[in-house]
């Protein structure tokens, strides 16, 4: 009995087959890709994550747009498969893509990954199928490793409802202005950090965020990959001998059900920033919207913080 064609996957389309890749050793063919833009999930450590799916894809595509050429190719190598590779990234992202969508116009079909899982999430792909979309070419997701869902599922916190909000903000002020925004927020919270601010933003957020639960992902599915699941609050006090080398996820649990809104730190936090480009009537609007506190507690302690700026101010200029 023949196989049965599977929507969505290279085809021959006509053409003779492109080229190969390999399984445990073993050489399989792979047909020439349908012209178009393939989203393709790459590992995001164990390179043992991988589809079928996606060599097939890989493999039968004219090209492979990825972040970094150095870290794709070690799959490509790992895998056999000889697509040309063509760096795509957010510093070269403008003048990239024009050349993309021209190959596209032409027939290409193009593979788009990220340096690890599942391309657009904290790069700029989002743009490219924007404009593939536009152009009228087919786009095609192929799903797959995520250190998203891959910490959610171990971090032993609810998962019905979460909120992924990739990096914080690198100034202070603004981090802590997001954090204060992000505790109003009624799910779980996944965050991505370096292992250089990570022993910081633990702090903070244990200041702003208060009593929840969360846990560290360091290095998901990698050789050294480590799980710590505590408070916030014991986190942070243990932050100093944490393990700072590689990649971390930070899962944080919702808030109770009778927590405080948003703390006084917090909403002190998030007065400041808006202090520092709006005026005190602007602030407070926002400041109330996102607090959830009455709004003459708010503009109380948003006159007495724009009181002390300008004091602190008047005492530099003397």
């Known amino acids: 009995m023949g196989a049965k064609a599977i929507p969505n996957t290279p085809a021959d389309n006509g053409n003779t087959v492109a080229t190969s890749y390999t ?26 994550d991988i589809t079928l799916r996606a060599l097939e894809t890989l493999a039968g595509v004219d090209l492979i747009a990825c972040e970094d050429t150095r870290i794709t190719r070690r799959l490509t ?20 893509r024009p050349k993309l969508l021209q190959r596209l116009a032409a027939g290409a079909a193009i593979a788009l990954v990220s340096d690890a899982g599942t391309p657009l999430i904290s790069d700029p792909g989002y743009k490219l199928v924007r404009a593939a979309c536009a152009g009228g070419h087919a786009v095609t997701a192929l799903p797959g490793a995520s250190s998203v869902l891959a910490a959610l599922n171990l971090a032993a916190l609810p998962t019905d409802r979460f909120f992924f909000d990739g990096f914080l ?102 007065l400041k920033e808006h202090l520092r480009t709006e005026s005190v009537k602007d602030a407070v609007m926002h400041a109330v919207e996102l607090s959830g506190r009455p709004r003459r507690e708010v503009y109380a302690r948003a006159l007495a913080l724009a009181k002390d700026k300008r004091a602190g101010e008047g005492h530099g200029q003397g």
């Open 23 to 48: 399984v445990a050793g073993h050489a399989v063919t792979a047909s020439k890709a349908r012209p178009g833009l393939y989203l393709v999930a790459t590992p995001i450590g164990n390179l043992g």
């Open 77 to 96: 190598e790992r895998y056999g498969i000889s697509a040309e590779l063509t760096p795509y990234h957010e510093h070269n992202a403008e003048t990239a």
């Open 169 to 270: 903000p690198a100034k202070q002020q603004a981090r802590r202005s997001r954090l204060a925004e992000l505790a109003r927020i009624d799910a779980t919270l996944v965050l991505f950090e370096s292992g250089s601010r990570v022993q910081e933003t633990l702090a903070e957020l244990a200041e702003i965020l208060g009593a929840r639960e969360a846990a560290i992902c360091r290095e998901l599915t990698k050789l050294h990959e480590d799980v710590t699941r505590a408070s916030l609050a014991e986190l942070a006090a243990n932050a100093a001998a944490l393990e700072t080398r590689g990649e971390f996820v930070l899962v944080i649990g919702p808030p109770a059900r009778d927590a405080e809104i948003l703390s006084s730190d917090a909403l002190d936090a998030l």
